[in-house]
């Protein structure tokens, strides 16, 4: 079982920045990918980003070159610094951990954060 905490959204300009923090606690060593979903009202939840164990980062071709993920093993958190936002780019940003190492269907994912609001203004 892995408990994930987000941190970091908020409001931002266009063009602007913003970095998302997870935090993961529980077992965290059974941990195989973790990463990034986000989802605005009426629509499903799209993929974003994710790293695996291995260290070896995927993105969704919506946010490649404007995103970047990143961990920290030593504080178990992983991030998304995410630059020249767009207004598309809103939605609730939900981080994602997996044992088994799924993270481009929704359905195969075990564990979630309750989400961080991010909206871009423009």
């Known amino acids: 079982q892995v408990q994930l905490v987000e941190s970091g959204g908020g409001l931002v300009q266009a063009g602007g920045s913003l970095r998302l923090s997870c935090a993961a606690s529980?077992?965290?060593?059974?941990?195989?990918?973790m990463g990034w979903y986000r989802q605005t009202p009426g629509k499903k939840r799209e993929w974003v980003a994710v790293?695996?164990?291995?260290?070896?980062?995927h993105y969704a071709d919506s946010v490649k070159g404007r995103f970047t993920i990143s961990r920290d093993n030593a504080k178990n958190t992983v991030y998304l610094q995410m630059i020249s936002l767009k207004p598309e780019d809103t939605a609730v940003y939900y981080c994602f951990a997996d044992r088994e190492g799924h993270y481009y269907y929704a359905g195969n994912i075990d564990s979630w954060g309750q989400g961080t609001q991010v909206t871009v203004s423009s």
């Open positions: 529980g077992s965290i060593f059974s941990i195989k990918a």
């Open positions: 790293i695996t164990s291995g260290g070896s980062t």
